[in-house]
């Protein structure tokens, strides 16, 4: 997590570091490139709905 200001004047908050993915982000990422070396189709569309809807709950608030 780092703080970022957001427009002018405004006061900085906390958002998750850009350059530092969360463990989960990783785990999900990583599931799914495996799935998709192993031709597993179904794991991979299963964990890339997973890796939306993490990504909306988790990191768009």
């Known amino acids: 997590m780092t703080h970022m200001p957001f427009g002018v ?13 969360c463990a989960a982000c990783t785990r999900i990422t990583e599931a799914r490139r495996a799935a998709e070396r192993a031709g597993n189709c179904k794991r991979v569309e299963l964990l890339r709905r997973e890796g939306l809807r993490h990504g909306d709950e988790v990191h768009r608030g």
Do not use: F, H
């Not at 004047?9 to 993915?21: E, K, Q």
């Open 9 to 21: 004047g405004a006061r900085p908050a906390l958002v998750p570091n850009p350059r530092v993915p």
